[in-house]
């Protein structure tokens, strides 16, 4: 409010001049300035702003570097990568010859498929049927195999029941000797030791015949336990020789990128366990190895949010990888300069950047820079931090 004359009376003619002529715009500037101070004031004192803690860094594979291998080893018919190609887990790599395995596949299947004939006609003699019952496979696919089997069981059935039959008859005449005899003996006619004779004879026929028929039934019992023995083996041996042919083909064992390729000359031959490709995994998620200094250690700890930056991919337009840190070493390693530091590792949730509905990959070996959330200041204390330090060490100087 601008003073009255009568009020200028009271006061000094410098003063009253100063009064009298004072413009009201000068006062509203002053409660603008202080209304602005204060606000500014209580805003650096509520609002807070994120602690950011640094490390650089690069990204690292998620897995350990794939090296693939066969077991056996052998000649490269095909390769079908080369260094740098994307590939999927299962995707076929290579090709190793096949032609050795092959061959001791079929000569493997022709000895199970006659062992499997054999054993079905033995079954046949010791049960004593008068037909063979050969496998469905056997019966289809091996009709030479049931043609031979079939002759060889006719053939020793036919010579068992013609000893049968011959000593069957011999029986009979014997029998039909003895019983004419024992009349005779009895009324003295013949001596006992003949009878006696008769009767050893007649017994010794029909234990001959026992034996044969047991003979038959033994040696087939026999026979098939050992030729089952035998199946066993083989059966092994050509599950064997398929998987080896089924690891001829040299699959990826992960999806990832083809690091190094050992072998390119079709034809060379790569020994056992021998390097042959090796493949840099991708993963849906990416591991950020950084390096911390010291210094800044103190306030970071495991599952703390972080926010990685790649050199590749401009922040402002691409963004960044939201992650998580997962390990930091338990000492400080040092580098060539000399200069010590900690080592973190930060989880990524993804493995591509987007912009839009554009994705664009993430790499092992990209340069990033990583930002660990550590806490919230006011951005009050930020002002007053280096007040604050300079009175900590204020008047301390020697």
């Given at each position: 409010m601008k003073p009255t004359k009568s009020d200028l009376d009271f006061v000094a003619d410098s003063k009253a001049a100063f009064l009298e002529n004072r413009s009201p715009y000068a006062s509203m500037l002053l409660l603008v300035i202080v209304?602005?101070?204060?606000?500014?004031?209580?805003?650096?004192?509520?609002?807070?702003?994120?602690?950011?803690?640094?490390?650089?860094?690069?990204?690292?594979?998620?897995?350990?570097?794939?090296?693939?291998?066969?077991l056996e080893g052998g000649m490269l018919a095909k390769l079908n990568v080369s260094e740098g190609d994307v590939v999927l887990e299962k995707?076929?790599?290579?090709?190793?010859?096949?032609t050795a395995f092959t061959a001791n596949l079929n000569d493997s299947t022709t000895q199970r498929?006659?062992?499997?004939?054999?054993?079905?006609?033995?079954?046949?003699?010791?049960?004593?049927?008068?037909?063979?019952?050969?496998?469905?496979?056997?019966?289809?696919?091996?009709?030479?195999?049931?043609?031979?089997?079939?002759?060889?069981?006719?053939?020793k059935r036919v010579n068992l029941e013609e000893s049968i039959q011959h000593l069957t008859k011999s029986l009979s005449l014997k029998t039909e000797e003895l019983e004419m005899t024992r009349p005779l003996a009895e009324k003295g006619i013949v001596s006992q030791v003949e009878l006696l004779r008769l009767e050893s004879a007649m017994n010794d026929?029909?234990?001959?015949?026992?034996?044969?028929?047991?003979?038959?039934?033994?040696?087939?019992?026999?026979?098939?336990s050992e030729a089952e023995v035998q199946l066993a083996r083989i059966e092994q041996s050509i599950v064997a020789f398929k998987d080896k042919i089924r690891r001829a083909s040299v699959l990826a064992p992960?999806?990832?990128?083809?690091?190094?390729?050992?072998?390119?000359?079709?034809?060379?031959?790569?020994?056992?366990?021998?390097?042959?490709?090796?493949?840099?995994?991708?993963?849906?998620?990416?591991?950020v190895e950084a390096k911390v200094l010291p210094s800044d250690i103190a306030?970071?700890?495991?599952?703390?949010?972080?926010?990685?930056?790649?050199?590749?991919?401009?922040?402002?337009?691409?963004?960044?990888?939201k992650g998580v840190v997962e390990h930091i070493s338990a000492?400080?390693?040092?580098?060539?300069?000399?200069?010590?530091?900690?080592?973190?590792?930060?989880?990524?949730?993804?493995?591509?950047?987007?912009?839009?509905?554009?994705?664009?990959?993430?790499?092992?070996?990209m340069q990033a820079e990583v930002d660990i959330l550590t806490g919230e200041?006011?951005?009050?204390?930020?002002?007053?931090?280096?007040?604050?330090?300079?009175?900590?060490?204020?008047?301390?100087?020697?």
């Open positions: 209304g602005l101070a204060a606000a500014f004031t209580f805003w650096a004192g509520t609002s807070s702003v994120d602690e950011i803690t640094k490390g650089q860094g690069k990204i690292v594979p998620g897995k350990f570097l794939q090296v693939v291998q066969n995707d076929p790599l290579l090709e190793l010859d096949t498929d006659s062992l499997l004939a054999t054993i079905s006609r033995l079954e046949a003699e010791a049960s004593d049927r008068s037909k063979i019952e050969f496998p469905e496979q056997i019966l289809e696919k091996r009709p030479d195999l049931v043609e031979s089997e079939t002759r060889l069981f006719d053939s026929t029909e234990a001959e015949l026992a034996r044969i028929r047991s003979e038959y039934t033994k040696d087939a019992l026999a026979q098939k992960v999806s990832g990128i083809i690091n190094k390729v050992h072998f390119n000359t079709i034809g060379g031959v790569i020994r056992s366990g021998e390097p042959i490709i090796e493949i840099v995994p991708l993963e849906n998620e990416l591991i306030f970071i700890h495991p599952g703390q949010e972080a926010t990685v930056k790649l050199t590749a991919y401009d922040f402002s337009i691409y963004g960044g990888l000492d400080t390693m040092m580098d060539e300069q000399g200069d010590s530091y900690y080592t973190i590792r930060v989880r990524t949730g993804e493995r591509t950047l987007k912009t839009g509905k554009e994705k664009f990959k993430v790499i092992p070996g200041k006011t951005i009050l204390d930020y002002i007053f931090k280096p007040l604050m330090r300079a009175k900590m060490n204020a008047l301390t100087e020697r």
